[in-house]
């Protein structure tokens, strides 16, 4: 991945296509999990086939040497992003002039002179009983008309805004105008999500006495390994939609779709011009998963929400199509595809930057939200033994003094079984020691001769193998849970998916800070590979993904476990998950991180019984 430096725009602060980016590669530096040594990101343009894969026939592409990547922070950045013409103003825009249109006022007479009722003029006493309310009917007509005038100017703004914005109050569109894609995966249980919300859509549409509407599955739309980065599949998606079609929805497994309030919220958008709509977020501070890019000013840039669903229209898709074709993707590493999505559709400002849609939601608190997404952990029947599940605990001798004691204040106590595997046999951890010796970067020695000890010895009847750092913060009472919806007799590779080179017949893989999930199969079909490490201070995590890559085995991906610490992720995206774990004790205090927000509480019994009745809905 590259770093972008901002530099700030000079007379149109309201617009993001003014700011330029520098998207210089230099800068970036890498740092490794108990050696903390640091190299240059030159490196990962090297490209070695070091490790045979099994059953492949090739030789997958990973870097001679990776780390976490930290980009330099760039200098400068724009001040406000403009966000598209979709304000929250012009979202009511058309129920507002609906309600001016069927106002009436009429003006009361105010009776003058003679009495129509005698023909002479009322006495002055009796005049003066009718002053008063005479007077009032006069201030009420006036307030009238003056709120009349008001709403007036307003709708004219409005509609002025909108139509230079580009939304209309005029767009007709049907379900046969969409293309809804779901970001699925082909995991049993994540399949079985993704058919659950494509019948609920078709039989919407059924309700609504509508034509059924074309809804894929991502994992089927194509078998290369970079699908679920959406990029490679918009040249499909402009070939085959193109012409009958006017937008692609996306949205996640577990978002709920009202077809209904979808449709109108779409109407108020041009189909004829390029949009990219969605539910905005924005880093409250520059991160190191994006790269800290506009790092003077992170709020400016904005990117969508998946949970909420997010669209593109077809022209826009079309225009990226072209620019696809002429030019490869440059990016080497996918790390957080939401914003590097956004990234590459504003293109330095020669794209649009994302529309905030009021009706794409994610609390499902307004009635008028077209889209919801359930916040609850997965759970498929009784959560998975603790004796069931054995973690492994990587750290080294410079670290057993201050960050093992962390892990054993926090969630040491909620595993079932537990092991510190070091350089160094500590009896009063205690620590086992692998014969691995400690390296300043990528841990794939230390990583194999766990997976080995897992297989060969005394775990035979555990299902489960979770290999976390030693600044790693994790839930197990959660991960529980979540593994209750996975089979332990199928291969699975769980956690946070990242990729490599992707764009170039690369692979994914699980990144390993924030917890590495192995099935017992896994491991198996693993081991019996020739795939190992081509040394033992090669990034485990991606040697990793590269073996099961070869091997035909999937990332199966769960936003649930995080790299980085919470500080690093948007308030709105943590705001509707129950996370697993998070990774890294930079500048923050583990311990209370814990507490605050992985520790087990009653809030996460409650989420269960919520998400027990949201399954009866379904």
Not at 24 to 45: K, L, M, P, Y
Not at 277 to 288: P, R, W
Not at 455 to 464: E, Q, R, T
Request: net charge positive; charged share 20%; with cysteine.
């Amino acid at each position: 991945m590259q770093g972008f430096a901002v530099s700030s725009p000079v007379g149109d602060k309201d617009s993001l296509a003014s700011l330029k980016v520098n998207a210089s590669g230099e800068g970036h530096t890498f740092e490794g999990q108990c050696g903390d040594g640091i190299w240059n990101s030159a490196a990962t343009s090297t490209r070695t086939p070091a490790a045979s894969q099994a059953g492949a026939g090739r030789a997958l592409p990973i870097p001679a040497a990776r780390g976490r990547v930290r980009s330099q922070r760039g200098a400068g950045g724009g001040k406000r992003g403009a966000g598209g013409g979709g304000s929250t103003a012009a979202a009511g825009a058309a129920a507002a002039a609906a309600q001016l249109r069927s106002l009436r006022v009429s003006r009361p007479r105010v009776r003058t002179g003679r009495s129509p009722a005698t023909g002479m003029r009322p006495p002055a006493r009796r005049g003066r009983r009718l002053a008063l309310p005479a007077l009032l009917s006069l201030l009420t007509c006036s307030l009238a008309f003056a709120l009349v005038s008001k709403d007036v100017k307003k709708e004219v703004k409005q509609s002025k805004n909108l139509e230079k914005s580009g939304i209309s109050e005029k767009n007709d569109i049907d379900l046969k105008g969409i293309a809804f894609v779901i970001q699925s995966q082909s995991n049993s249980f994540h399949a079985k999500k993704a058919e659950q919300l494509k019948q609920s859509i078709l039989k919407q549409a059924a309700d609504l006495t509508q034509e059924v509407p074309r809804v894929l599955l991502l994992h089927q739309l194509a078998q290369q390994e970079g699908a679920w980065t959406i990029l490679p599949l918009l040249p499909h998606f402009s070939v085959t939609y193109s012409r009958n079609s006017s937008w692609i929805f996306f949205c996640e497994e577990e978002t709920r779709i009202q077809i209904p309030q979808l449709l109108e919220a779409l109407r108020r958008y041009d189909p004829s011009k390029e949009w990219f709509l969605g539910k905005a977020l924005h880093d409250e501070e520059s991160t190191i998963i994006h790269h800290y890019a506009f790092s003077e000013n992170p709020t400016v840039f904005k990117y969508p929400d998946f949970a909420a669903g997010w669209a593109l229209s077809i022209p826009l898709v079309n225009k990226l199509t072209k620019r696809l074709k002429s030019e490869s993707l440059k990016s080497d590493f996918t790390i957080d595809l939401k914003h590097e999505i956004a990234l590459y559709i504003w293109d330095r400002g020669d794209g649009p930057p994302l529309t905030p849609v009021p009706e794409f939601c994610t609390d499902g608190v307004d009635f008028s939200c077209a889209t919801t997404f359930h916040s609850f952990l997965p759970l498929c029947g009784n959560p998975v033994k603790k004796k069931d599940i054995f973690v492994a605990v990587k750290t080294c001798k410079k670290f057993h003094g201050d960050r093992i004691p962390i892990v054993k204040q926090t969630w040491a106590g909620q595993a079932g079984h537990i092991e510190y595997y070091s350089d160094y046999a500590d009896s009063s951890i205690p620590t086992v020691d692998l014969g691995i010796p400690n390296t300043e970067r990528g841990h794939c020695g230390k990583t194999f001769a766990i997976l080995e000890r897992f297989l060969n010895h005394s775990y035979d009847k555990i299902a489960w193998l979770v290999i976390v750092d030693d600044d790693t913060l994790i839930s197990i009472s959660r991960l529980q849970h979540l593994l209750s919806c996975y089979d332990a007799s199928e291969p699975v590779f769980l956690g946070e998916r990242y990729g490599y080179g992707l764009g170039t017949g690369g692979y994914s893989y699980v990144t390993g800070g924030g917890g590495m999930v192995f099935s017992r199969e896994a491991i198996r079909r693993l081991l019996a590979s020739k795939c190992r490490c081509y040394s033992n201070d090669a990034p485990d995590d991606m040697v990793l993904g590269m073996c099961f890559s070869g091997l035909g085995i999937p990332v199966t991906h769960s936003p649930l476990f995080h790299q980085a610490r919470p500080v690093d992720y948007p308030k709105d995206y943590l705001s509707h998950q129950v996370p697993i774990s998070f990774h890294k004790h930079w500048n923050i205090d583990p311990v209370k991180v814990y507490f605050t927000w992985l520790a087990p509480s009653e809030e996460d019994r409650a989420r269960q019984e919520t998400r027990k009745g949201f399954k009866e809905e379904l």
